[in-house]
Structure formats: C-alpha cells, structure tokens
C-alpha cells in the first residue's frame, strides 16, 4: 500500500557530490520522520540522516558537516546532499519513513529498496 522508491546513486569520484531522493506514495495519512540509511558490503545498516515533519534533523557522525537532508510535506519526499564524497561512503543507501496510514491507526515502518552509491577514482 506504500512505496517508497529511491533514485540519484551512482559512481562517484571522491570528492564529488550527489544528491538523492526518495519518494513515498501510496496510502499516506502523514509521514513523521523520513531518513536515510546505508549499509557496506559485510556491515551493518547505519543511519546517515533523519528528519521530522517539523524539520528536526539527526546526522551520524560521519557525514556531519558534508550531507544535508531536506524534505517537502507536500510531496512526500525526502532529499540527501552529501559532498566531499569519501571511498568510506560507498553503500547501498536505503530511505526509511515512519509514518501513519490513518489519523488514529499506528505507525508504520517502510523501507525503499535502495540505491548503490560507488566512490572511487
């Protein structure tokens, strides 16, 4: 009932920049936070950054001062702009949102299916 579907990875030469974006669509009352995610071949998935309806944002440590996430209400979207690209980057980068299908039902958890992002000369 609700998709999100992710697009902007790709290769990337190191100290390049990229943006990606993630769309939600389906049966959507309103979606409290939207984030991204990644996770390295034999590692665990990280989070990268969030953020809240109302703008809050959370970045891990290690695309602090380099990424900025943004999202529009209006279009269920959420944006990724990293800069500065390291080889330490590359992963498969995933959107999560929680969100609610209706005004008094539960919260809701969904995944996109991820995008690849190579860095690398």
């Known amino acids: 009932q609700v998709q999100l579907v992710e697009s902007g990875g790709g290769l990337v030469q190191p100290g390049g920049s990229l943006r990606l974006s993630c769309a939600a669509s389906g049966r959507i009352f309103r979606i409290n936070t939207m984030g991204w995610y990644r996770q390295a071949p034999g590692k665990e998935r990280e989070l990268v950054a969030t953020?809240?309806?109302?703008?809050?944002?959370v970045y891990a440590d290690s695309v602090k001062g380099r990424s900025t996430v943004s999202r529009d209400n209006t279009k269920n979207t959420v944006d990724l702009q990293m800069s500065s690209l390291k080889p330490a980057d590359t992963a498969m980068y995933y959107c999560k949102a929680l969100l609610k299908t209706a005004e008094y039902g539960p919260t809701y958890q969904y995944w996109g299916q991820g995008t690849q992002v190579t860095v690398s000369s």
């Open positions: 953020i809240t309806d109302s703008g809050t944002t």
